[in-house]
């Protein structure tokens, strides 16, 4: 009668490849580290170790490696990402001009960087005297709503400034 665990080398070298390939598709260092623990379970299993014995090398090993190696990639690994803001982030903050005018609940305003938006007015604490900024006037971006830019008047953010 043949032993399978005689042939559990095959398994481990399986799931080697397995956690390699899913890690090339995820990119998050966590079938890498668990890969790694896997080569630890095969290390054992050329040794002669038991098989549940294997298995505990494999888990202790993967855990120790998720816990310590892993935050330190990921780290190395964002730490040449581009600080600059980018979508809704990058909107806020930038001027523009109004192009129809601007009430607290209708409006379109054009944004510095060349892009038309519907907008409305913060509300009542950030409106002008008549509760509407008017065709060419100067406006700031204070937050996104879905596909509406809500502005605030330049002279108001001026005044508080």
Known sequence: MV?????????????ILVAVTIELLS??????MI???SLGGLAANLLGLE???????????SVLLLLTIRPFL?????????????NIDALI????????TVTQTSGLVKLANG???????VGPA?????????PGQAITVHLIEGSTAVVISAERTQNHA
Do not use: H, K
Request: no cysteine; net charge negative; glycine share 12%.
């Open 3 to 15: 032993d399978l665990t005689d042939y559990l080398w095959i398994l481990w070298l399986v799931f």
């Open 27 to 32: 990119l998050e260092f966590t079938f890498l």
């Open 35 to 37: 890969s790694i623990g």
């Open 51 to 61: 098989w549940w014995l294997q298995i505990v090398v494999a888990a202790g090993l």
């Open 74 to 86: 990921l780290r190395a690994l964002r730490r040449g990402g581009d600080p600059a803001l980018s």
């Open 93 to 100: 903050g930038m001027t523009g001009r109004v192009v129809a």
């Open 115 to 121: 892009e038309t938006w519907t907008a409305r007015l």
């Open 126 to 134: 950030g409106t002008t005297d008549n509760g509407s900024v008017d």
